[in-house]
């Protein structure tokens, strides 16, 4: 669970609601019982408090309050998401290598690369919304993802020049065959 959420949070959240949407809320269904349900709900779902507060300020600009945990979770988890190019976007250029985003590439590695290079995208692409989503989350809280750096081993020693005698017996051999001599 979530050690920074408390009912106390969700019961504030509720009253405000009743403030803003006065007579959209029956008072029945908001008691004590729902502030347990919604902890318990946005606890397994892992919100964050940055997402609880974002999500309770977009709630301001509704016309009606979010009715489940999840549609109020939503709102702070898309927030998060925004910034960061659009997880379609991200897919394809990841899957055609067209991206150095170490974002695509954290997700790429959760999702599997093998997977994404054997499995069709009917399976793969859900599986890179969700981590996708996770990702941004995650970087947006500071972790930091870097895509590995690929070394190469330069070759330092310079081309010789072969032989003149191997190169001249060679030539003559292209020669021939290219006057049609040695069929």
């Given amino acids: ?26 008072d029945e269904d908001w008691d004590i019982e729902t502030v347990t349900v919604w902890y318990i ?15 309770k300020r977009k709630t301001l600009s509704m016309s009606w309050p979010p009715t489940a945990p999840a549609d109020f979770l939503n709102l702070g988890r898309k927030a998060a998401t925004e910034s960061y190019p659009d997880v379609r976007q991200a897919y394809l250029d ?14 790429a590695r959760r ?5 994404m290079r054997e499995q069709p995208e009917h399976k793969t692409y859900p599986l890179w919304q969700k981590h996708y989503e996770q990702v941004c989350i995650e970087h947006r809280g500071g972790q930091a993802f870097d895509k590995p750096q690929v070394l190469q081993i330069e070759s330092k020693k310079a081309q010789t020049a072969c032989d003149s005698k191997i190169r001249d017996k060679y030539l003559a051999s292209i020669k021939e065959v290219l006057a049609g001599g040695d069929k």
């Fill in 94 to 107: 990841q899957a055609n290598f067209r991206t150095d985003c170490p974002i695509a590439y954290e997700t």
């Fill in 41 to 55: 709900a946005l606890s397994d779902l892992e919100i964050t408090a940055n997402e609880f507060e974002t999500a």
């Fill in 1 to 26: 669970m979530n050690a920074q959420l408390t009912k106390s949070d969700i019961a504030s959240l509720f009253k405000g609601w009743k403030r803003l949407f006065r007579t959209k809320m029956r």
């Fill in 111 to 115: 999702v599997g690369f093998s997977a």
